[in-house]
């Protein structure tokens, strides 16, 4: 119940095109769900973030949409460049609980081809 | 302006011996987390600690593992008599809170450690 899952594992685009990047969860208490970027040896960078109360942010190109009732969450990737090639991790976490953890996807490694 | 910090960035081991992971949360930041990652798969939590005291360790092995933040001084994520199988990247997170406005979690760079 404390897994979220993501797909897909990875994800070829041209440039230019709209990735969409899917994650889904069980525990009905998390209510924080973020989208990590990470590039090659290096740290996840925090990209944008939803709490269920809204069904859809945007923060530039990047759309996060929420549908609190299937349970499943996804980003959107407008006008993808090259250099958004990464891995994209989905997660998870309870705020305002005993802990700020979070539970993260496995990633998906996106290519965007120019 | 610095971001969080851990080092070293690289660490080799021999099995059996002790890997010391360092981290230095963002200015202001006094909660600190500790992930692992494996090659080819997502980040794993292990430790949740704010200042002198550990909130969530349920992620943590129960053996050869441990982690401390204390008052003055970066978090130090510890691993005893280090086995092949603790090759990994290990990442702190800080953030200002622990829920509410301000409890966003920020990455270091990571330490990857190689156990020969």
């Known amino acids: 119940q404390q897994q979220v899952k993501q797909s897909p594992q990875s994800l070829i685009v041209q440039k230019g095109g709209i990735p969409i990047i899917n994650c889904a969860y069980e525990?009905?208490?998390?209510?924080?769900f973020p989208w990590y970027q990470q590039f090659p040896g290096k740290g996840p960078a925090l990209l944008i973030a939803?709490?269920?109360?809204?069904s859809e942010k945007k923060e530039g190109r990047f759309t996060i949409s929420f549908n609190k009732s299937a349970k499943q969450f996804s980003l959107h990737i407008m006008d993808s460049q090259p250099g958004d090639s990464a891995t994209y991790f989905c997660?998870?976490?309870?705020?305002?609980?005993?802990?700020?953890?979070?539970?993260f996807g496995t990633g998906t490694l996106l290519a965007v081809q120019p | 302006n610095a971001g969080v910090m851990q080092n070293p960035r690289h660490l080799v081991r021999r099995r059996g011996q002790e890997a010391r992971l360092r981290c230095s949360p963002m200015?202001?930041?006094?909660?600190v987390y500790w992930y692992r990652q494996l090659p080819e798969e997502g980040l794993k939590f292990m430790v949740y600690?704010?200042?002198?005291?550990?909130?969530?360790e349920s992620g943590m092995p129960k053996e050869r593992f441990s982690a401390e933040f204390p008052k003055e001084g970066p978090s130090i994520l510890r691993i005893q008599q280090v086995v092949r199988g603790d090759s990994a990247a290990y990442f702190c997170?800080?953030?200002?809170?622990?829920?509410?406005?301000?409890?966003?979690?920020?990455f270091g760079p990571g330490t990857r450690l190689t156990v020969l």
């Open positions: 997170a800080s953030s200002r809170t622990g829920t509410g406005a301000g409890d966003e979690q920020f």
């Open positions: 525990n009905t208490a998390f209510d924080y």
């Open positions: 939803i709490r269920p109360d809204v």
């Open positions: 997660a998870a976490s309870v705020r305002g609980g005993a802990t700020n953890k979070l539970i």
């Open positions: 200015k202001g930041h006094s909660h």
């Open positions: 600690l704010q200042k002198e005291n550990i909130i969530d």
